[in-house]
Nanobody, 123 residues
């Protein structure tokens, strides 16, 4: 089991910045990747950024250059630094963990979601 707790959301004016945090606990040693997703009202949940256990980061095309994903292994925390925020960035942001374990030579996968944190960007 892995528990994920997001924090750092809130209300910010367009052009401002926020840093979201995702604190993980439990079987953190089995986590292979942590991702940030967002879900705007009436729209499907979409990937924002991801970081692997090896430290490589990937971003959705519309996010790269404004958003930065990073991690602090000592704190078991992943961050999403969001700069130059736009009203269209308004959404609930979710943290997601992908776990991979080796059992009898077979890789088993599982995943967990945080509760989400609201980000609202005003004009």
């Amino acid at each position: 089991q892995v528990q994920l707790v997001e924090s750092g959301g809130g209300l910010v004016q367009a052009g401002g910045s926020l840093r979201l945090s995702c604190a993980a606990s439990g079987r953190v040693s089995d986590v292979s990747a942590i991702s940030w997703f967002r879900e705007a009202p009436g729209k499907p949940r979409k990937l924002v950024a991801a970081i692997t256990s090896g430290g490589s980061a990937d971003y959705a095309d519309s996010m790269e250059g404004r958003f930065t994903i990073s991690r602090d292994n000592d704190k078991n925390t992943v961050y999403l630094q969001m700069n130059s925020l736009k009203p269209e960035d308004t959404a609930v942001y979710y943290c997601h963990a992908l776990l991979a374990t080796e059992i009898a030579g077979t890789t088993r996968y599982s995943d967990y979601w945080g509760q989400g944190t609201q980000v609202t960007v005003s004009s």
